[in-house]
Structures are given as C-alpha cells and as structure tokens.
C-alpha cells in the first residue's frame, strides 16, 4: 500500500512523475509539455512540500497567468497568454496531483479547482487563391528599389524548397512536427506514399506510426526540390532542410510560413492551417470519415466530427453507409 512521504518537496515529486508518466510509454511530446508547464509552476511555487499546496495556492497560479503573465515570445510582443495554454497548465497540475493523490494518499487540491473556460478558435482553411497566392510569392523575393537602376526582383534560392513544403503540407495533413522528421527513406517519390514513423523517429502523436500519400503536384515539387540537392540519394538525410543544410525544425517552419503568408497577405498562415484544409476539403471532395481519421492519425473520431461538421459532412449517414453488420444483414 501506498504511505504518504512527510516532508516531501516539489524537487523531488515532479522528477518522480515524470519518470512514472514516462513508464506509461506517453509521448516524448507530452512528457516535455508536462516537464515544462511543472517546472514554470515550480518557478513560481518554490520548492515548497507537496502536502502544503492547497487549492488556492492553485488557483491563483493559474489566475496569475491569465491577467498578469508575460510570456516571452520570438516575434516579441507582449501577448498574454490563449486560454487554451492555460488550459493546458491546469491539465497537467491536474494530472500531477492526481498522481501525488494515488502515490502517497495525499488530498487532491485539484478537485476545487476548475478548469478554465476556453472557446476553440474558429478553423479557418486556406482557399484556393490563398494557395496559389502563398506558391507565387516562393519565387521572388520583394521588389528592390534603388537609385541607381530599375526596381528588379530576384528568384528566392529556396523557392523549389518552400513550394515543396506548401503542397507537402497540403497533400497530406502532417503535423509541423511529422513534416520535419521525415527521412529521404520515408518517401517513395514514385507511389507518393510517405511513411510517418512512430515515437521519438517520426514525431508521431501518440506514439502511432501511419501511411499517408502524395499526389501527382506534390510529388513533382518534392522532385524538384531534391535535385538540387547532393544528399537526395542519402536515405537518413532530412527531406526539409533550412540554414547550413540542418535539419528544418518546427520553430523554422513556423517563422517560414508567417513570413510567405505576410508577403501574399494572408493573414493567421501557420503549418496547422494546412492540416485544417486538407481535412475539410478532403470530406467536400467526398472522402470518409474513417478514413480521414487515420490519415491524420487521431486515435479518436472527436476531431474528425469536428472538420465534418465544417465540412457539412453527416457523420451518422457516413457511418450507415460503412456499417458491416448493416449492410451484411447481419
């Protein structure tokens, strides 16, 4: 039987944790999101003993992140915090008290403290002319002006990389994170099929591995992109690839398509968006629902039934139709 620990710090119960969420075999991703919303807290807390923390100490936590909290951001800025982040934090104090509960039969603080309240963000998917739009402005950069000679304006040396990116992103739905773990060997140029590793290889959510495919344009910008480059034969050589030749990261490619989504003025442009668009026009373009779930990899329906309701799709005729023991006459 579990005994309580007296004396018990934050130093020590937040490393006991994680250790034990990492036995559960949870995501590298969701280990570190854990890691970082607990080591934030304990920032603020101090190393203070586990069973002293009460709800209110909770509470005005997550309280001091919603109106006083400035996050440092790359793009600078002083944003506060979106409610989903601080959502976010309460879901791992949550489950780290939880834990701390089960471990050394301690009060849960976390009982009395609700979750916040957050509206999801309206999914907006890229149009066709936003599309064509962010394609134009991979190929040149901004018109120069000068004194001496007539504005003129110079191919961008990543052009045939980002058109590349774009209808990758497109064409298959990957997260920002599955995109820069792709390998040379996770592509077969010929078929279109692209292996999604699992775990840490793949960045996989979830930990679950997947196949998802490009078609006949995605396939020939990939091509394009790759010819220029010396390694396209190297089978462990990153298919993106930013400065210096290192393997594009998630950060990188965030900032790449902000900036191309300025230039074409498009605003909220971001790797997410893609995936959004190619759910919803893959169910107006009369795919299913089942298969659109596995394609993108959730373990559930839940978001699927979100795009097919933006899509107008009805999920319980898509499901009558795909009933074995119903059409089976079972």
């Not at 793009?75 to 471990?103: D, V, Y």
């Not at 976390?110 to 936003?130: C, G, L, N, S």
């Not at 590793?197 to 078609?215: I, M, W, Y």
Request: charged share 25%; proline share 5%.
């Amino acid at each position: 039987m579990n005994r309580s620990t007296p004396g018990l710090k934050l130093s020590k119960a937040i490393p006991g944790f994680l250790q034990h969420k990492a036995a559960e075999a949870l995501s590298p991703r969701t280990l570190e999101s854990y890691a970082f919303h607990l080591k934030h807290w304990a920032g603020q807390a101090g190393d203070v003993e586990l069973a002293k923390i009460t709800a209110q100490d909770l509470r005005a936590y997550l309280a001091w992140l919603r109106t006083d909290y400035q996050p440092r951001r790359l793009a600078g800025g002083n944003q506060p915090l979106a409610p989903k982040t601080i959502r976010n934090f309460w879901i791992t104090l949550s489950a780290f008290f939880t834990w701390a509960a089960a471990e050394f039969e301690l009060p849960n603080p976390m009982k009395a403290v609700p979750a916040p309240k957050f509206e999801e963000a309206p999914v907006e998917p890229f149009t066709k002319e936003d599309i064509e739009a962010l394609l134009k402005v991979c190929d040149y950069c901004q018109e120069a002006q000068t004194t001496e000679r007539r504005r003129f304006t110079m191919r961008r040396h990543s052009a045939h990389r980002d058109r590349a990116i774009i209808l990758t992103l497109l064409d298959t739905g990957l997260r920002a994170s599955e995109l820069c773990a792709l390998k040379v060997s996770d592509v077969d140029q010929k078929s279109g099929k692209v292996q999604i590793k699992h775990g840490s290889l793949g960045k996989a959510k979830g930990g679950k591995g997947r196949t998802v495919f490009l078609g006949k344009a995605a396939r020939r910008a990939l091509w394009r992109y790759l010819a220029d480059r010396e390694d396209a034969e190297d089978v462990d050589a990153p298919v993106f690839v930013g400065k210096f030749n290192r393997p594009m990261n998630k950060g990188v490619l965030r900032q790449l398509i902000a900036r191309l989504g300025r230039k074409a003025h498009i605003p909220k442009s971001h790797p997410h968006r893609f995936r959004h668009t190619f759910a919803i026009t893959y169910l107006r373009s009369g795919g299913d629902v089942f298969t659109l779930q596995a394609l993108l990899g959730h373990s559930t329906l839940e978001m699927v039934q979100h795009y097919a309701r933006l899509a107008q799709i009805d999920v319980e005729q898509a499901h009558r139709r795909a009933s074995p023991a119903d059409n089976w006459r079972l």
